[in-house]
Each structure stands twice: as structure tokens, then as C-alpha cells.
């Protein structure tokens, strides 16, 4: 499914794949993080990897999906943009989930929720969480590849440092009403999901239709199931 030229790396997966998996997903929701989880654990050794029984079958595409009931969801959400827009370039690469910035730091975003939440954020100034998160990148997309001796996973940002490329793009102006550099990207995220109708996260879509079948709690047993009866 179409992605603008900014977020490319919102989809892993072979891009000539002829199904596509659409997970809208929002980084304050539990049952959000538990589908991401377990499409990382159980789904993508099934879909991508030479191995892989159901090679280049199925390209997965993360939609992000802030609920306003979350009230910091709006300032993940626009960090895992910002990522997302400093990911490398090509989709050779971005489809391949250990190299690809945006996958990776949506996982540690998922897996850290916690401390985003209404409650631990409460005394938080947004400012100070939007703080938080860039170091969040930092150690995802910076530090981490280079603890495990791989290549790097973001573009070549020009001499600035990671963390202030992220800051630079979440950041909001002292005067106006404007926004962060990412709102046209946030923007698109919401739009799409109004158009289609979604309500709540998690959300999964098989070819451009809501599929209720998908479970947060399918297993490798289950996609397996769901798999075969799909590309029989």
C-alpha cells in the first residue's frame, strides 16, 4: 500500500510482495505492543529471511495511530516519525527489519511504554518527554547497532549529532501554533486511518481490508494458519 516518500521506512518486507499486512498502531496501547511483539517474534520469520517459508509473500507496513485518550501519545508518535524520517534511504535496505531505524525504535517504543503513560507523565513538562524520547533513539538507532558491531541504520546526518537531529524535527517554536517539522507526516497517519474507518488499535488490515481475524495473540502456529488459508 502507498507510503509518501518521507515514511518508506514504514514498511519491511519485500516491496514487490504481492499481499501487504497494514498494522495500525498506536505506542500507548498495550494490546499495540503486544501485536508488534509478537509479529516481530512469531510473523517475520515466516515472511522474510532466506529462509523463510513465505518469502517475498508478504510486505508489512506499521501505521502509526495516536488515540487522543493517550495524552503524551501525540509526542511518541511524532518521535517514531522523526526516526523514521532519518532511516536510510534505500528500500533494499529498510525492508530488511534489523536494518531499518524506524522497526527498530517502534519495538523499544513499545517495549518502554510504560513510563509514557498517563500516569508516570503526569508531572512531566512535554518538553522533558520529548527529551526522553530523543535519547530513546539515541541508544536504539545510535548506540545499538554499534554495541552489536553492525552497520548503521540511519542516513548520513550531515555532522549533527542523532539526538539533535531527532530534537530538531519534534521540536515546537516558542510563538504560533504551528507544530512540529513532522505534523505533515502526523497528519497523514491520522487521515489515513479516519478515511479507513479505524476506531481502535490494534488494527490489522490484509490487502487493504480490515482483517478481525488477527489476534495481538497469535502465536507462530497462528499466522502460519492465517498464512496458509490467505496465499493457498
Avoid at 3 to 11: F, H, K, R
Avoid at 73 to 92: C, R
Avoid at 133 to 148: F, H, M, Q, S
Amino acid at each position: 500500500m502507498a507510503l509518501p516518500p518521507s515514511l518508506q521506512a514504514l514498511s519491511i518486507g519485500s516491496l514487490t510482495a504481492p499481499n501487504t499486512l497494514e498494522l495500525f498502531l498506536d505506542y500507548l496501547c498495550p494490546f499495540s505492543a503486544k501485536q508488534l511483539k509478537g509479529v516481530d517474534e512469531h510473523l517475520l520469520p515466516l515472511v522474510i529471511g532466506d529462509s523463510a517459508q513465505y518469502k517475498d509473500k508478504v510486505r508489512i507496513v506499521i501505521r502509526p495511530y495516536p488515540q487522543p485518550w493517550h495524552s503524551s501519545s501525540t509526542l511518541l508518535h511524532e518521535s517514531a516519525l522523526a526516526v523514521a524520517k532519518i532511516a536510510l534511504t534505500d528500500p533494499t535496505v529498510t525492508a530488511i527489519p534489523d536494518r531499518n531505524a524506524f522497526w527498530l525504535y517502534s519495538l523499544e517504543l513499545m517495549k518502554d511504554q510504560e513510563r509514557f503513560f498517563d500516569g508516570p507523565a503526569r508531572g512531566k513538562a512535554p518538553d522533558q518527554i520529548r527529551g526522553e524520547l530523543a535519547t530513546l533513539a539515541i541508544e536504539t538507532v545510535g548506540e545499538g547497532p554499534k554495541k552489536r558491531k553492525q552497520e548503521a541504520v540511519h542516513r548520513d546526518l550531515q555532522g549533527t549529532p542523532l539526538g539533535q537531529s531527532v530534537k530538531n524535527l519534534i521540536r515546537v517554536e516558542k510563538e504560533g501554533n504551528g507544530g512540529s517539522a513532522v505534523v505533515p507526516e502526523l497528519k497523514y497517519c491520522v487521515k489515513l486511518g479516519r478515511q479507513n474507518g479505524i476506531h481502535v488499535t490494534p488494527t490489522c488490515l490484509w490487502n487493504g481490508l480490515v482483517e478481525g481475524s488477527i489476534s495481538s495473540s497469535f502465536g507462530q502456529g497462528e499466522w502460519k494458519e492465517f498464512l496458509d488459508k490467505q496465499l493457498e
